[in-house]
């Protein structure tokens, strides 16, 4: 889902705590956890460590975890996904990324080559591809990963937020922008209001972070029409 996939990028690049990211930039924030999604975290992880069959409460699980800070947690239960489904091309992404949260590039681009040799496909699996680039400073890799969604349904239009979020956090605000605009307008064609909606909130907090409140007032305005 198109949705899915924006959120993956929006909260990644800048936020890691790996060391491509240290300084903070406005524009790729991790979203702060919710009561609710505290108290789920307490509250459910022994059922769930306790029936590993439970495949959609392990993956909700990783998430919480994740939205928590708990990156070892949120890479157990990861792992234990992909040992349940190993044919699910969002596994390997998943579990590649939360290495790369915890400066495990080594086993982040082993998990993808893993994928790569069970002849796995998905737009989840060349972000994260595109993600491990960035943070490796490969610019060839991450041109690789722009060549290949052209002409590609739905991969072309999400590689301009990926262009916006790395430019963003270069502080290329006007560039991040011009990306970000091509994201809502492809997202708002295809009726997916929601995309475009929350691109546009992301937009509007990096351009208050940059004192651009004018542009920001604008843009929140848009997300909320």
């Keep these: 889902m198109l949705r899915d996939n924006l959120i993956g990028l929006i909260v990644p690049l800048r936020s890691s705590g790996t060391r491509a990211s240290d300084d903070r930039s406005p524009c790729l924030e991790n979203p702060r956890p919710t009561g609710a999604e505290t108290s789920l975290a307490e509250n459910v992880t022994s059922p769930f460590q306790a029936e590993p069959a439970q495949l959609t409460a392990h993956m909700s699980l990783s998430a919480i975890y994740a939205n928590l800070g708990l990156r070892e947690e949120a890479l157990r239960e990861s792992e234990l996904v992909l040992r349940q489904e190993p044919d699910t091309a969002v596994h390997y992404a998943t579990l590649a990324y939360r290495y790369s949260l915890l400066d495990r590039m080594d086993e982040a681009k082993a998990t993808l080559d893993d994928a790569s040799k069970r002849g796995l496909e998905s737009n989840h699996l060349h972000w994260t591809q595109y993600r491990l680039a960035f943070l490796s400073h490969d610019k060839k890799a991450m041109e690789e990963q722009?060549?290949?969604?052209?002409?590609?349904?739905?991969?072309?239009?999400?590689?301009?937020?990926?262009?916006?979020?790395?430019?963003?956090?270069?502080?290329?605000?006007?560039?991040?922008?011009?990306?970000?605009?091509?994201?809502?307008?492809?997202?708002?064609?295809?009726?997916?209001?929601?995309?475009?909606?929350?691109?546009?909130?992301?937009?509007?907090?990096?351009?208050?972070?940059?004192?651009?409140?004018?542009?920001a007032i604008n843009d929140a305005s848009e997300a909320l029409a």
């Design 146 to 215: 722009l060549s290949w969604s052209k002409g590609k349904p739905g991969a072309e239009s999400l590689v301009n937020a990926w262009q916006s979020s790395t430019e963003c956090y270069y502080g290329r605000l006007q560039r991040a922008r011009e990306y970000a605009r091509r994201f809502v307008d492809s997202a708002k064609r295809k009726g997916d209001k929601g995309s475009a909606a929350i691109y546009l909130a992301v937009i509007a907090s990096a351009e208050v972070d940059f004192g651009e409140t004018q542009r």
